[in-house]
């Protein structure tokens, strides 16, 4: 499939590129939104890139773009933000932080990354393909209550607790080790389908979010994120399911307005911390046209703040 960013003219928009500004977009990927933001750079303006993704890194667009001495691209996770960019010099100095959530489409289209229980593959999805823990592993040994636990708070799985027993009664037998496998298991102990919905999708999400510890990464960058960027720098968010968007919501709610001790009372002004951010706007979705050209935008949903 052609690749296709998703929210490239809203995340552009939000990012209120300078031309001399320092940007950082935490989810490189095929670096559709990356090139975007470099090709509205002048001379003086820097992009700073991040992907937990080998192959990503290794890209053929990746190379290209890095003979731009603008730009800089490291192998790290997200959750390494303030690290790297403390590396790099540029703490409290950034003005737009992009994270781009979720699976990307080469993740996806590759069987062999096994994050697809479309085409057959083994059993992986790790985002970082030089990590130790792939979804095999993980299932393998797994405890069935931490596994009900994963499914049902992961992938909003109804049928958690029959999936996770046919996974454990099954690795007796034989060890599950190709998406195929986990799939066919999956439809055959779920008694009700979603319409429109291939019955293992919740479960795939789940164990995926697990192996790559996704939330707790999502968590720790965007702590981060109010750390390096500037007065007036923007941080733009784009979701693809309803855990990460409530992190996010839940996280510019929280660093939004005033907060006070309420063990102290009465309260003065000097003991009121004000919040670090502002909303900018309601969340954004995909547009009709976009929709029509690239349909795996239709889950996606931005948040902006902005840091005061």
């Known amino acids: 499939m052609e690749h296709r960013p998703v929210l490239l003219a809203e995340v552009l928009e939000q990012l209120a590129i300078k031309e001399d500004g320092i940007y950082l977009d935490c989810t490189f990927g ?12 002048g001379v003086s303006g820097r992009l700073l890139a991040l992907d937990r993704d080998v192959d990503a ?22 959750s390494a933000l303030e690290s790297v960019s403390a590396d790099e010099g540029i703490v409290g100095q950034i003005d737009g932080i992009l994270l781009d959530l979720g699976v990307s489409s080469p993740q996806l289209d590759n069987p062999d990354r096994g994050f697809s229980f ?70 055959d102990v779920i008694p009700k389908r979603e ?21 707790d990464e999502l968590k720790g960058v965007l702590q981060q994120s109010m750390r390096v960027l500037k007065p007036g720098g923007r941080l733009v968010v784009i979701s693809f399911h309803s855990l990460e968007d409530r992190i996010v919501k839940q996280f510019i709610r929280s660093e939004s307005g005033a907060k006070y001790d309420p063990g102290k009372f009465p309260i ?41």
């Open 30 to 41: 095929r670096g559709g939104h990356s090139h975007a933001i470099l090709s509205l750079l």
């Open 57 to 78: 890194v290794a890209s053929d667009v990746a190379q290209s773009m890095l003979k731009d001495k603008r730009f800089t691209l490291r192998h790290n996770c997200f």
């Open 118 to 187: 479309m085409q057959n593959g083994p059993l992986d999805m790790r985002m970082d393909s030089s990590a130790d823990m792939t979804a095999a592993k993980w299932l393998s040994k797994v405890d069935e209550k931490e596994l009900v636990r994963v499914l049902f708070e992961y992938g909003e799985e109804r049928f958690a607790r029959r999936i996770a027993r046919a996974i454990v009664e099954t690795r007796v037998e034989k060890p599950l080790t190709t998406t195929r496998q986990l799939a066919a298991l999956i439809e």
């Open 195 to 215: 319409k429109h919905k291939h019955p293992a999708t919740r479960s795939f999400q789940a164990i995926r979010i697990e192996v790559n510890k996704e939330l």
């Open 268 to 308: 003065k002004e000097a003991d009121i911390a004000k919040g670090v951010l502002v909303k900018r706007g309601k969340p954004l979705k995909a547009g009709k046209i976009e929709l029509e050209q690239n349909p795996r935008a239709r889950s996606a949903i931005m948040r902006v703040a902005e840091r005061v």
